[in-house]
């Protein structure tokens, strides 16, 4: 990378020649101000705020930097090879002292880790570190291009160099007979590809950029294209004019500027634009016409000459008589822009004062806590106790799903937002804590109704499914797009699918159970089946049951640890304290309570394992009460639901006040079940005499041939297998992840009770004031005082344009 003469010479750089009268884009009387705002891009607290710029947007080889050249009287590198990698900002000033200096602004893509290190770059420009080896060294820093053994340790990630980056290197420079000028160079948009860096990713990263700064309304855009090219040619006038039918405004702060007429591809093309003939889909901002110096002028010409040459041009040139004079030159271009970035920047001074009062307000009293209140004992657990109480909060309302979001009591203007009235809960739909968790209760429910049982019995060959691996059940397959699926198709493939039931024909599946009878023989008259034959077949078909209740658990931990982060970083928003909280005291609450979820699943699949009738011990009994309905028998019609009432009212005594949410499906799965056992044991009321040995459940079609021991044991596992299953997803449901997680987690892991109980030395281990935070926190007070100097000199000229228009 090759720079001009201006970067390398030990002279004066840039200044403008002798008797050249400086053209200022900044009123003489607001210098005050946009010196102020200035500062913001300097603060690292201020990093989130923006601020009025002037922004100048193009193609590449479009004639940009000779047009920043003959604005800011201060030469650009201009090559036909050469290319803008990053955002170059310049801020000059006319002064009695010569003063230049160099630093980097972050961009928004760089880490908190990274922006402190890009930070550090920088210095004064002096005649031993020409501004030229300043720019180099910004190159490797900025990862744009190579490091060489004395570069060793600059380079910010260490890694490969990037091609282009969002990051800004400001050059500030003081002197005699320099204009008052602020503007910022955008890399140059292209379309093609080369072998240089600028592949598709790299077009696409400076497309994002530039619209970005495109799209800020703080930004006010200055355009340029050259003549060279059609209009409709222009990559980075088609993006201005997209953005600007999304947001109309966007016309009130652009100027265009037309290079090369001396070239002009089309006079009428140019001229049309010019005088606002093309039709609307053309933007219609006001537009300028500037001469550029070709490579040879520009060598030998001084900036001074330029202008004479342009101004000779355009009084000799017939094909541009028609122009305005105001819409030719780079005098008029800059009394033009001057005027517009003008009134832009005193139309948003409002917002901008609301946005620094507001980041004042918030800054302040984080650092007072940071500060004062981690310097002693006293205050660091009052801290402690101020964030515990903030997380209690939010775990609450997540827990119980209300889902309502702070009131907001600092003092700022309606649509502007600081941390208080950030919303946490509109955030996100990781958010809502209990809405995810039963939507993830209901995959559980419908993978055991799809997997939880080991075989499929088919009453004939002819009715079996095509085999394969796991498939979604239709319950689980959301059938709307996969991004909007709740819960999220990833999740569901994640958890909720496993193998299919191997389908298996009654026939062979009785002989299978008749062989294995005799294996399972107890104390029973010979030819019957043991209560174990029972027992054990119904604990084989129910053998997928741990695996998938423990997916689930694994879901629903997944789902509370996402939220326990997200609450964490609001109500803790210093990073450092955060670390040592989740590492100190909140992981360990976490892992308890984990270890008491895991614990209680355990306790009901022991439970199960070993033949626990609590599961279905009011089916049971109510079954005794059973008899052939006749037709139209209202003791049966009721009966299902009366079973169902009895196990939703068994359940709920031993769960929370909300359960009944979570149990309403359960009491109705219960009396589909009982109603289909009445069924398949009676069939419909119009019959009176059937044989059970040819009953047919109408769902599986699979006929219960209770003739023979084997059709008996058969029969009694699938007749309470769904009862018990839907008994056993209740209780993980309701007594697990409701009673066990979500009824406990806003006490159980990080309250001000438990930060109460904490020794000192472990509140001092967690909100003990470190040496690199205390620096830190010693910068940003500095920072802190700079903005409120910031605001005061904001509110001061907006104060004065008040008062000069309630004169006139």
């Known amino acids: 990378m090759s720079w001009p003469s201006w970067a390398s010479s030990n002279t004066p750089n840039g200044n403008p020649s002798e008797g050249e009268e400086a053209q200022d884009l900044i009123d003489l009387r607001q210098v005050t101000l946009f010196d102020a705002i200035d500062k913001l891009g300097r603060l690292a607290l201020a990093s989130d705020i923006e601020y009025p710029q002037l922004v100048v947007v193009g193609d590449q080889s479009c004639g940009k930097s000779s047009v920043l050249e003959a604005i800011g009287r201060f030469r650009f590198p201009v090559s036909d090879l050469l290319c803008t990698r990053f955002p170059t900002k310049l801020i000059l000033r006319r002064s009695a002292q010569e003063h230049e200096r160099v630093f980097i602004e972050p961009g928004t893509s760089r880490t908190a880790n990274d922006r402190f290190i890009l930070q550090q770059f920088g210095g004064l420009v002096t005649e031993s570190a020409v501004l030229s080896e300043w720019i180099r060294r910004a190159t490797v820093v900025l990862g744009v291009s190579p490091a060489t053994d004395g570069d060793t340790g600059l380079r910010v990630a260490g890694s490969a160099p990037r091609q282009f980056t969002d990051d800004v290197l400001v050059i500030e420079k003081h002197g005699p007979g320099l204009p008052m000028v602020n503007l910022v160079d955008l890399p140059g948009v292209f379309r093609a590809t080369d072998m240089d860096g600028q592949d598709e990713t790299s077009r696409e990263m400076v497309f994002e950029m530039v619209q970005d700064y495109v799209r800020s309304q703080q930004n006010f855009i200055l355009l340029v294209i050259s003549a060279r090219n059609t209009v409709y040619n222009h990559s980075g006038l088609g993006m201005v004019q997209r953005i600007a039918q999304e947001d109309a405004s966007l016309m009130d702060r652009v100027v265009g500027v037309i290079t090369n007429p001396d070239h002009s591809l089309s006079v009428r ?382 359940l709920s005594g031993v769960s929370s006040p909300l359960s009944p949410v979570i149990l309403s499906p359960v009491r109705s799965l219960v009396s589909q079940a009982v109603r289909g056992a009445i069924q398949t044991t009676f069939g419909d009321n119009s019959a009176t005499d059937t044989d059970a040995s040819s009953i047919v459940d109408p769902a599986s079609e699979v006929p219960k041939r209770a003739s023979t021991t084997a059709g008996r044991v058969i029969q009694h596992v699938e007749e309470n297998y769904e009862t018990s299953l839907v008994s056993f997803v209740g209780y993980v449901n309701a007594l697990v992840v409701e009673s066990g997680i979500l009824r406990e987690l806003p006490t159980a892991i990080f309250t001000p009770d438990i930060v109460m109980l904490e020794s000192d030395n472990m509140i001092n281990d967690i909100a003990g004031e470190k040496d690199t935070d205390a620096k830190r926190r010693e910068r940003d007070e500095r920072d802190l005082e700079e903005l409120q100097a910031v605001m005061d000199v904001l509110e001061n000229h907006m104060s004065r344009r008040n008062h000069n228009s309630v004169q006139v």
């Not at 907001?408 to 809405?435: I, S, W």
């Not at 298996?504 to 030819?527: H, N, R």
Request: glycine share 6%.
């Open 269 to 650: 093309e140019t001229l049309g634009l010019l005088l606002g003939r093309h039709s609307s889909d053309i933007l219609g901002c006001k537009w300028h016409l500037v001469k550029n110096q070709d490579q040879t002028q520009r060598s030998k010409e001084t900036l001074v000459q330029r202008d004479r040459r342009e101004a000779q041009f355009f009084a000799t040139s017939d094909m541009w008589g028609e122009v305005p004079g105001d819409q030719k030159g780079i005098a008029a271009l800059n009394a033009t822009l001057r005027e517009a970035f003008r009134e832009h920047t005193l139309t948003t001074l409002p917002r901008l004062i609301s946005e620094i009062r507001a980041k004042i307000s918030s800054i302040d009293r984080r650092l007072s806590d940071v500060g004062s209140s981690r310097s002693t004992d006293k205050g660091r657990r009052r801290l402690l106790v101020s964030i515990a109480s903030k997380f209690r909060a939010l775990a609450d309302k997540a827990c119980s799903g209300v889902y309502e979001d702070g009131h907001c009591k600092e003092l700022h203007e309606v649509g502007v937002t600081c941390q208080e009235c950030e919303p946490f809960f509109r955030k996100a739909q990781d958010m809502k804590l209990r809405a995810n968790i039963r939507a993830l209760n209901k995959s559980f429910s419908s993978a055991m109704l799809a997997y939880g049982k080991t075989t499929e019995v088919l009453s004939s060959p002819k009715t079996e499914p095509a085999r394969g691996g796991p498939a979604v059940p239709a319950d689980l397959a959301n059938p709307t797009d996969s991004r909007t699926a709740f819960p999220p198709a990833t999740t569901t493939s994640k958890y909720y699918t496993h193998t299919k039931p191997e389908p298996v024909v009654l026939v062979a599946f009785e002989d299978w159970v008749d062989a294995l009878i005799p294996k399972w023989s107890a104390k029973e008259p010979t030819g019957e089946a043991s209560e174990a034959a029972y027992h054990q077949l119904f604990m084989d078909e129910s053998k997928n049951w741990p695996e998938i209740a423990g997916r689930h658990l694994e879901a629903v931990w997944e789902s509370v640890l996402r939220f326990v982060d997200l609450a964490l970083a609001a109500a803790c928003p210093y990073p450092d304290l955060r670390d040592a909280l989740e590492k100190r005291l909140v992981n360990t609450g976490l892992r308890t309570l984990k270890k008491k979820s895991h614990r209680t699943l355990n306790d009901l699949l022991h439970c199960h394992r070993h033949g626990g009738t609590g599961f279905y011990d009011a089916i049971i009994d109510a079954r005794a009460a059973r008899r052939k309905p006749e037709k139209g028998n209202p003791v049966f019609d009721g009966l299902p639901d009366m079973i169902g009432d009895a196990v939703f009212q068994h």
